[in-house]
């Protein structure tokens, strides 16, 4: 069950901003869990890009920004770069299902 | 340097099981939970499980509940995803991370492959 769900893709132009947006419900986003947010480029492992809805790890650029409100959470990406072409999927916790849960996934391509 | 090295690709029967390892290494083992999360070809990433590396115990997915099973030799490093009654939709790559206090994964392992087939 798909219980945070993202678009499937979006687009945008070399160093255009992209944002992907991420819905949840009373249970998970709503529920005051935090959102985190995951880049996975082909063939490999996902790595952490945002934690605890806004915060970045070491290393990564800050091009990169979330945010969340209510039962939702958001992803931006400014200055966007071919480098950024993946896909990205947020992530939290489920109380009503007691579950990590992920987003359904989006692909950003780089036009 | 944190990494968390798996275990090769599999390829197993319909209703065998699979048993892959993630071995540990760079930071204290114990302090940290080992998730595991699975990704079948074209698909969303899925929870399966984790286990508190320091005491054993468990949580699994209400999915995968009846089917999997996680655990560690602490002595080794080392966490183990079981798979049992293994069908087609079972082939994807299974992950392990580490969990960091806030819910979240800061590191991955490289990823295994198991694929199912008769």
């Known amino acids: 069950q798909s219980v945070l769900t993202q678009p499937p893709s979006v687009s945008g132009a070399p160093g255009q901003r992209v944002t992907i947006s991420c819905t949840g419900s009373?249970?998970?986003?709503?529920?005051?869990?935090?959102v985190h947010w995951y880049q996975q480029l082909p063939g490999t492992a996902p790595k952490l890009l945002i934690y605890?809805?806004?915060k970045r790890p070491s290393g990564v650029p800050d091009r990169f920004s979330g945010s969340k409100s209510g039962t939702s959470a958001s992803l931006a990406i400014t200055g966007l770069q071919a480098e950024d072409e993946a896909d990205y999927y947020c992530?939290?916790?489920?109380?009503?299902?007691?579950?990590?849960?992920f987003g359904t996934g989006t692909k950003v391509t780089v036009l | 340097q944190v990494q968390l090295v798996q275990s090769g690709a599999e390829v197993k029967k319909p209703g065998a099981s699979v048993k892959v390892s993630c071995k540990a290494s760079?930071?204290?083992?114990?302090?940290?939970?080992v998730h595991w999360v699975r990704q079948a070809p074209g698909q969303r990433l899925e929870w399966m499980g984790w286990?508190?590396?320091?005491?054993?115990?468990?949580k699994y997915s209400q999915k995968f509940q009846v089917r999997v099973t996680i655990t560690r030799d602490a002595s080794a490093s080392t966490a183990y995803m079981e798979l049992s009654s293994l069908r087609s939709e079972d082939t994807a790559v299974y992950f392990c991370?580490?969990?960091?206090?806030?819910?979240?994964?800061?590191?991955w392992g490289q990823g295994t492959l198991v694929t199912v087939s008769s």
């Open positions: 991370a580490r969990e960091d206090s806030g819910n979240y994964y800061d590191y």
């Open positions: 760079g930071y204290t083992f114990s302090s940290y939970a």
């Open positions: 286990i508190n590396t320091a005491n054993g115990n468990t």
């Open positions: 009373s249970s998970n986003i709503g529920a005051g869990y935090d």
């Open positions: 605890g809805n806004s």
């Open positions: 992530q939290s916790y489920d109380s009503r299902l007691s579950s990590y849960v």
